[in-house]
């Protein structure tokens, strides 16, 4: 497939909306940067909790090539064992390091299960809405994105992972939810992003099988979104920690754009735009 099958048409309006439609234009493998402002994060938690850190990080991630920063004050917990955070403790983490970061001048998505987190990242110029429960979390979610007119990634997501289940079916069940949801509360579609949560209340082998049939949810006609930097199912094919895991990180995230994907989400962003950059390149060359 060609990187122009991946773009998908989108018609923003003024505002916030318009930032998704932007971004696709550019016919290109789009990168969302992962800035943690957590203690816990699976693999990069505690590093960039400090704002001048956080800050230098997103500099750094925006001079390496990131579409899209993407800010989460909250472990959203794929493996289980993080504390969850309170609605100020969240904001608490925000709010020194949001606005140097939207200053950069690129789109900020912020992740977060939290609809009152959301409204007020996006009231400091946050662009995307990075949902890691679809929607299906906070009840007033929803309806913050359509008030606010700006672009949802909604992620699927489980309590807990059943291998005896067909996971594809499931991911595309959730999706039907949450774009019901969305259709409800007034999410133009056109905003809408999909991402099947590699890792999340998925056993190994169902993320590799949602990154390898991943074109099972190109029929919704939206933007798929892949995030499988340094998950453990890597670690399940080659033994490995989270800071070792880039080879593995960089292979998952080219098959998913094969598979199509348009926007990867990773922690290691000069690596992952060198490797893509050079698969579009002898794509070229066919
Ligand atoms: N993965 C993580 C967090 N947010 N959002 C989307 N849309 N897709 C993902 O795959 C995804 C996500 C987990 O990674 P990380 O942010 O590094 O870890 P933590 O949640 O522990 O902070």
Redesign the pocket.
Known sequence: MSLTDRTVSVSGRAGGGDVLARLLTQQRTLVMG?L?V?P??????GRFLEPPLAIAHARRLAAEGADIL?I?AE????YGG?VAVPLDEERDRLEPILPAVIALGVPVSI?TLKAKVAAWALGLGAAIV?D?WGLQHDPDMAGVVAEHGVPV?I?HNRETADASIDIIADVTAFFARSLDIAARAGIARERIVL?P????GKTPQQSIACIARLDAWRGFGLPL?V?A??KRFIHSVVPSEPAERLGGSLAAHLLAVENGAAII?V?DVAATVQALAVAAAIRRAR
């Open positions: 992962v943690n957590t816990d994060s699976f693999s990069d938690g993407d989460g472990s959203t917990r794929p993080a992740d990075n890691v990634v992620m991402d949560g590699i890792g999340f979104l995030g930097s340094r989400r922690h």
